[in-house]
């Protein structure tokens, strides 16, 4: 039986991981707009001119045109590769943590939409229901493919996730009688937990706050602006989502091995 290097595979993988990164560059450029991410091919954001195929290949396009449009000169942002990068990384991980098997494809899928997300959070503070919404159904669905997840675990992720902050966006906006906290983070939660269950919803709140509060803290000081800064919550929650999927396991066990014996 023919037996294939695992540095072959993993490189395999890592270049599929890239091309769907230049796929989620259109996608976090354009959603925002409210425009098709299948048409029109992709084309200079100076001039206009189509990008050709020898000119998008992932990374090395952009290396080999040192950052710019061949056309016009136009500087491409050093981001586009960066995602792709990323997108690259995240294969290879998830394949590493779940192999040939359901779960990594439903896993790479979750996670490429999570840094959707947290991108057009980034950049226009919204999450577009676009996404959030058709996900749930559609995560909730594919949560199938994990051996370790049910239907019921799903639904109850969905209620949890959506139901915890729907609460805590509550209980603020009674107590401050401000709104501070969007409805698009609430849709969020719910799709995280459609994929990852109740019990991943409660250890991506934890890991997300721990996160949120750190980052935060360190703007703040560096910024200099205080408690008035806004920061978004999205990425956080893609990220604490992230790290339980991927080291879920090893991060709680590692925590309760930290805890003090009780007694």
């Known amino acids: 039986m023919l037996s294939i290097p695992p540095l072959l595979v993993y490189t395999v993988v890592f270049l599929l991981g890239l091309c769907i990164g230049s796929f989620l560059n259109v996608c976090v450029f354009r959603i925002p707009l409210g425009r098709s991410i299948v048409h029109p091919p992709s084309a200079c954001p100076g001039c206009g001119a ?88 559609v ?48 849709k969020l939660l719910a799709m995280i937990g459609a994929m990852i269950g109740w019990k991943g919803v409660l250890f991506t709140l934890f890991a997300s706050s721990a996160l949120g509060t750190f980052v935060g803290v360190g703007i703040m000081l560096a910024t200099g602006r205080g408690m008035k800064l806004a920061v978004p919550f999205g990425p956080f929650l893609s990220a604490g989502a992230v790290l339980y999927i991927l080291f879920g396991e090893h991060l709680i066990g590692w925590y309760l091995n930290f805890l003090p014996p009780a007694g």
């Open 139 to 186: 995560f909730f669905l594919a949560s199938l493919a994990v051996p370790a997840m049910s239907l019921k675990a799903s639904l109850l992720g969905i209620l949890v996730g959506g139901g915890s902050l729907y609460l805590v966006a509550w209980a603020y906006s009674v107590i401050k009688k401000t709104e501070g906290m969007g409805g698009g983070d609430i």
């Open 50 to 137: 189509r990008i050709r195929s020898y000119d998008n290949i992932p990374i090395f396009s952009y290396l080999l045109l040192r950052g710019r449009c061949r056309r016009c000169g136009t500087g491409i942002s050093p981001r586009y590769p960066a995602v792709e990068l990323l997108s690259g990384l995240t294969a290879a991980a998830v394949y590493a943590a779940y192999g040939p098997t359901p779960a990594a494809l439903a896993y790479f899928a979750f996670i490429s939409t999570l840094w959707v997300v947290s991108l057009i959070d980034l950049d226009h503070r919204i999450i577009p229901d676009r996404i959030s919404l058709p996900g749930i159904p």
